[in-house]
């Protein structure tokens, strides 16, 4: 396949560099680069802000948004001369006649000054492959940032992405999202100030909180559940919630309950700030709530955390994040609840996030972000099937199958409702752990995904904090988890 990068020579950057290191991989693909205008203005103090937001925060001058130049694609300028199969173009320039050619919109806008203009508003853009020819809406996705506040970050995390969209797009990987862009004010030399003068102080204030604060500090909420859960109220319970205490060294997050004949059981990540990484910590319940302290059940060198506990075949299993490794990990206890053994590693080679398990339609499905060469942790949705929760486990043909920071990432089990398949979703839209979306999954075959968000659920006065990121049941024992302040002195 002839592929043709159409760029303009004045704004180059090294993400284009990466983009076509990445798209060479293609078996069959002839790479090419040609050279056009953009008729899109952007400030020149914008070189001048991101130099500034990287020696403020340390960061390195040569990381993707960098200028680079002409020179350094001299290994694609002489492909394609005879023209090409496809063009990818980032300038919005007219195809030429019988051209097969894509544009690569933000907010329905081609060039670079709208996603920066997203970005500046405080949210991230809505990004998409169009057919040049028709407007035809190839496919689309919201690409998600934990770095709001810091533009250089924040663009590099929307960039990341782009390149996965393209790149799954032209593996014939379509993932859609049914959203309407939304306006973005133009970035020009007054915006970028509102920006500076908001995101700058910010940032000092940070510092000063980590300097006086754990962050983040996470905390667990429960309540026993004799009438409606959540997912019944789609609301907080009116009753409120009881907190899991902690000795504000280290907090308690992910909350998964588990009943074994008759008893109680509550998984959580025990995160020690000294230490800086999580462990897999218990705790019974009892009829008037937790007895004792959680203790410390699976612990490796490594960083844990969501452990997700389910029963199978008379056997107790738990599947803990491990992102850090790059693998997925199956573990059988022997014995519950204290001891856990690694049966075997179900994915590896990727660092995947909050990985759900469901047994529907004969079969076994996971769930999980996926970290694609860079980007945010939480928008990009990548699925797994297998006969037996051992494996061996099969990439979804269509992985992945959704890019969206307001609903790719699990909050918890998926639950059976009423017919229905509800999944709780992060929504991961004005920062990590921001909101809890509850979505009914509409498709889950070997054809796709598809789920529709119903209900999305934020903190306020029967959940106070700024946070909210997990819902888990058992029984009785109702579960969620959010933020708060925990004083370092």
């Not at 970005?119 to 809406?137: F, N």
């Not at 862009?181 to 915006?191: D, M």
Request: glycine share 8%.
């Amino acid at each position: 396949m002839r592929l043709t990068l159409r760029l303009d020579p004045q704004r180059l950057r090294n993400w284009h560099l990466r983009l076509a290191q990445r798209l060479t991989r293609h078996a069959g693909v002839r790479l090419g680069v040609e050279w056009a205008k953009t008729n899109e203005n952007l400030p020149p103090a914008l070189s001048l802000l991101f130099a500034l937001e990287r020696l403020i925060h340390g960061l390195p001058s040569n990381d993707a948004v960098a200028s680079a130049e002409p020179k350094c694609f001299a290994r694609y300028s002489a492909q394609n001369q005879d023209g090409a199969d496809l063009v990818i173009d980032f300038t919005g320039s007219v195809p030429r006649p019988g051209e097969r050619t894509w544009h690569v919109a933000f907010d329905g806008l081609s060039g670079e000054a709208a996603a920066l203009g997203a970005l500046i508003q405080g949210r991230t853009p809505l990004v998409a492959i169009v057919d040049a020819s028709t407007g035809i809406e190839i496919a689309a996705g919201h690409p998600g940032t934990e770095t709001n506040g810091i533009l250089v970050l924040a663009f590099q995390d929307v960039l990341a992405r782009t390149t996965t969209l393209i790149d799954s797009t032209l593996n014939g990987v379509t993932p859609r999202l049914a959203a309407e862009p939304r306006r973005t004010i133009p970035i020009n030399l007054k915006s970028m100030g509102r920006f500076a003068v908001r995101s700058l102080p910010r940032a000092i204030a940070g510092r000063l909180y980590h300097l006086c604060y754990n962050a983040p500090h996470w905390r667990v909420g429960w309540r026993f559940v004799d009438g409606p859960d959540v997912i019944d109220l789609r609301a907080h319970p009116v009753g409120g919630w009881r907190e899991l205490p902690d000795d504000r060294h280290r907090f308690y997050a992910d909350p998964f309950p588990f009943v074994v004949e008759g008893r109680t059981y509550l998984f959580v990540e025990d995160f020690e700030h000294r230490l800086g990484r999580g462990v897999i910590s218990m705790i019974e319940f009892e009829g008037v709530g937790p007895v004792g302290t959680p203790r410390p059940v699976l612990e490796t060198n490594h960083h844990l955390s969501y452990p997700f506990v389910f029963g199978h075949n008379n056997e107790i299993w738990m599947v803990p994040e491990s992102c850090t490794t790059e693998t997925i990990d199956l573990y059988r206890a022997a014995p519950f609840p204290d001891r856990w053994v690694k049966e075997a590693t179900l994915v590896s080679g990727l660092a995947a996030s909050d990985a759900t398990l469901l047994e529907h339609g004969g079969r076994w499905w996971m769930l999980a972000t996926v970290r694609d060469d860079g980007g945010a942790y939480s928008d990009t949705l990548c699925i797994w099937s297998s006969p037996e929760i051992s494996g061996p486990w099969k990439p979804h043909r269509k992985n992945p199958l959704l890019i969206d920071i307001a609903g790719a990432r699990s909050a918890g089990r998926i639950v059976r409702r009423n017919g229905k398949l509800i999944r709780p979703v992060q929504d991961c839209r004005n920062g990590y752990g921001s909101a809890l979306g509850l979505a009914e999954i509409t498709q889950l075959d070997d054809d796709g995904f598809a789920q529709c968000v119903e209900t999305v659920l934020r903190p306020g006065a029967l959940w106070p904090g700024r946070r909210l990121h997990t819902l888990n049941r058992a029984e009785r024992l109702e579960c969620i988890d959010g933020s708060a302040l925990s004083r370092k002195f």
